[in-house]
């Protein structure tokens, strides 16, 4: 059977609306059933106090977000300058060559490893031999090395995103190579960078896997990045496998969410800000 | 007079495919000088051979001597961001940096670790005013430079070279993407540069080359077919590829 080129038209038309009403139902649902659920249990309360521990989950989660808070603030800390620095490497000095394309294959491959293999190797290096225990150091610094491939590779498409007649303009002005990068091609890639920084910290606020095997799991306050700790998504995890406490994970959900969004929307607007700052918009 | 630019047996390649053989020039003082030729006849090459632009190109290279007033810009002990330095470019596309009119011009000067508000203040507007803008945006100076119009920001590109003292601007098809009347003002505009800097325009347009330049060379294949003053090479053309080409015969 043949369709008339009409026909094709609507079902593809058909197809792809249903498709796109699929995917955000799906989310609506998702979100929505979290709310439903967890809405109800934040209040100051639960924010401002530490869980109590035990089978109960009873408590708050207070702990928890400052170790969120701790943790996004080393990864970024540690990531960004590494990422930042392969990426203008890769973009701008390395010539292609076997060496650059085995360290480009190298950072594909790692893009796609899974995070419990990263949490093995940051047990393993981080927790015993450096002797770092379980920290938020030792989370951090296994994040850093998960989140790296990816900040690497988005960074890299910023840059070389930069039109070369930015370049020449600084090149030829008797700027010297590492001033036209720093004063003009940064600047101007400085949007890409910061989405590659806000993927990350989307990146380690949701992990588990990793933290789980190189962060231990006290509730207690941490008092330095010496000490262990759980983040939201880490007590969320215990709060659902080894409590009865599922509206308290619905609601340490929620805050989750919050979190997520906020950050998201505070580096839109930044980023846009840049945009609007450099064109005169 | 010695010339400013001397050139000579300049051979270029990209990768295996020659596009400059063995060009030998030279280029005066004070004085504006056109190279013109079909698309893809070298010129621009040539013109970034000047100021070493052709450095950044993967798999370019080069041969024959540029020497600026008598040293070779391409021997080892040549420092290419002096020579960058003293000659100045300016790109078929204006391109203006993604800050404001004020940072755009002062950029140069604070490469070479000029700093000084007061100083930087008078060097940009010296050097808008030279590049006769300084009257249209000088209530705008923090605005983005890429929200002027095509000529304006090819005038504030030459305010931009000019701010750090050349002595020689490059300008590789300035005007081609703008309309007559900043094309006008562009060609006004270099007439009054010249008194004081040395002026190389390459452009595919031959009355363009005839109103703006006392010396015309024409480019054809990668080689400099014929090289003289601006009135003979069109009104005597030695060559009769340089004929057929002024008189509309091809290109």
């Given at each position: 059977m043949k369709l008339s080129p009409k026909a094709t038209q609507r079902l593809a038309w058909g197809i792809i609306w249903a498709a796109g009403i699929v995917a955000m139902l799906s989310l609506l649902v998702i979100v929505g059933y979290i709310l439903m659920r967890?809405?109800?249990?934040?209040?100051?309360?639960?924010l401002l106090t530490p869980p109590r521990g035990g089978l109960s989950g009873e408590g708050g989660i207070s702990t928890a977000i400052?170790?969120?808070?701790?943790?996004?603030?080393?990864?970024?800390?540690?990531?960004?300058?590494?990422?930042?620095?392969?990426?203008?490497?890769?973009?701008?000095?390395?010539?292609?060559?076997?060496?650059?394309?085995?360290?480009?294959?190298?950072?594909?491959?790692?893009?796609?490893?899974?995070?419990?293999?990263?949490?093995?190797?940051?047990?393993?290096?981080?927790?015993?031999?450096?002797?770092?225990?379980?920290?938020?150091?030792?989370?951090?610094?296994?994040?850093?090395?998960?989140?790296?491939?990816?900040?690497?590779?988005?960074?890299?498409?910023?840059?070389?995103?930069?039109?070369?007649?930015?370049r020449e303009a600084g090149l030829a002005l008797g700027a010297t190579r590492w001033q036209t990068i720093a004063q003009v091609v940064i600047p101007a890639a400085l949007p890409g960078i910061i989405t590659a920084?806000?993927?990350?910290?989307?990146?380690?606020?949701?992990?588990?896997?990793?933290?789980?095997?190189?962060?231990?799991?006290?509730?207690?306050?941490?008092?330095?990045?010496?000490?262990?700790?759980?983040?939201?998504?880490?007590?969320?995890?215990?709060?659902?496998?080894?409590?009865?406490?599922?509206?308290?994970?619905?609601a340490t959900a929620v805050v989750l969410i919050a979190i997520i969004l906020?950050?998201?929307?505070?580096?839109?607007?930044?980023?846009?800000?840049?945009?609007?700052?450099m064109t005169g918009g | 007079m010695d010339p400013k630019i001397r050139t000579a047996n300049i051979d270029f390649f990209y990768g295996s495919r020659q596009v400059l053989r063995k060009v030998t020039l030279d280029i005066k003082e004070y004085s504006i000088t056109a190279l013109m030729g079909p698309s893809g006849c070298g010129k621009s090459t040539f013109l970034r051979a000047l100021n070493r632009m052709n450095d950044i190109i993967p798999k370019a290279r080069l041969s024959g001597q540029v020497l600026l007033d008598g040293s070779d810009i391409y021997s080892a002990e040549t420092d290419v961001v002096e020579v960058r330095k003293r000659v100045g470019m300016v790109f078929q596309q204006p391109n203006p940096l993604p800050k404001s009119i004020f940072e755009n011009v002062a950029f140069g000067p604070r490469m070479l670790g000029i700093n000084h508000r007061s100083k930087l203040e008078k060097t940009v507007e010296r050097s808008l005013k030279a590049a006769a803008l300084w009257d249209e945006v000088k209530d705008c100076i923090d605005q983005s430079g890429l929200a002027l119009s095509g000529g304006q920001q090819q005038r504030l590109c030459i305010a931009r070279a000019l701010a750090v003292d050349p002595e020689v601007i490059l300008m590789d098809e300035p005007c081609s993407a703008l309309d007559p009347v900043a094309t006008l003002k562009i060609e006004e505009l270099m007439y009054d540069l010249k008194k004081e800097y040395t002026i190389v325009i390459v452009t595919h347009n031959m009355q363009q080359a005839a109103r703006v330049s006392e010396w015309t060379g024409f480019f054809l294949s990668g080689e400099l077919v014929e090289y003289?003053?601006?009135?003979?090479?069109?009104?005597?053309?030695?060559?009769?590829?340089?004929?057929?080409?002024?008189?509309?015969?091809?290109?």
């Open positions: 967890g809405l109800g249990e934040v209040d100051p309360e639960f400052v170790s969120t808070a701790y943790i996004i603030v080393l990864t970024i800390a540690i990531a960004t300058p590494l990422g930042l620095g392969a990426a203008i490497y890769l973009a701008e000095y390395a010539a292609d060559s076997w060496l650059t394309s085995i360290i480009r294959y190298g950072i594909e491959t790692l893009a796609g490893v899974p995070s419990i293999i990263f949490g093995l190797f940051g047990f393993a290096l981080f927790v015993t031999v450096l002797h770092f225990n379980f920290s938020i150091l030792s989370g951090a610094l296994t994040l850093a090395c998960l989140v790296l491939p990816v900040f690497i590779r988005t960074s890299e498409e910023a840059l070389k995103a930069v039109p070369r007649s930015y920084t806000i993927l990350c910290i989307g990146r380690a606020v949701g992990e588990t896997a990793c933290l789980y095997v190189t962060m231990g799991s006290s509730a207690a306050m941490p008092t330095s990045f010496l000490s262990s700790g759980r983040t939201l998504s880490l007590h969320l995890f215990y709060l659902a496998m080894e409590t009865r406490a599922l509206d308290k994970a619905m906020a950050i998201n929307w505070a580096t839109n607007w930044l980023s846009q800000r840049f945009r609007a700052r | 003289g003053k601006t009135s003979e090479l069109f009104k005597r053309p030695r060559d009769k590829r340089t004929e057929d080409y002024i008189t509309g015969r091809f290109g």
